[in-house]
């Protein structure tokens, strides 16, 4: 989501996929372990590299995790906290 008002981007990310640490969403396959593990760490360099180009720009990021969208209330809490932020 873009918030040009507040040069702010908030990624909602899947846990598999983007690998969120500690996160029991982000289980290993027992299968294909060498392609997962590079489609994986494509993942991660992929989002690094897409914050750092952001941040350079001056824009602010959020990420949430898939995982997170459960309890409404805080992710609501989460994202005015974010978006009021300096």
């Known amino acids: 989501m873009v918030f040009k008002k507040y040069r702010a981007v908030i990624f909602v990310h899947g846990c598999f996929w983007h690998r969120h640490k500690g996160c029991k969403f982000a289980y290993k ?3 294909k372990q060498e392609f997962w593990q590079r489609k994986f760490l494509e993942n991660e360099a ?3 590299k897409n914050r750092f180009k952001l941040e350079k720009l001056d824009w602010k990021v959020l990420v949430i995790w898939e995982c997170e969208v459960e309890n409404i209330e805080k992710l609501k809490r989460k994202v005015t ?5 300096e």
């Open 46 to 48: 992929r989002d690094k």
């Open 81 to 85: 906290a974010f978006l009021q932020s």
């Open 29 to 31: 396959p027992k299968s």
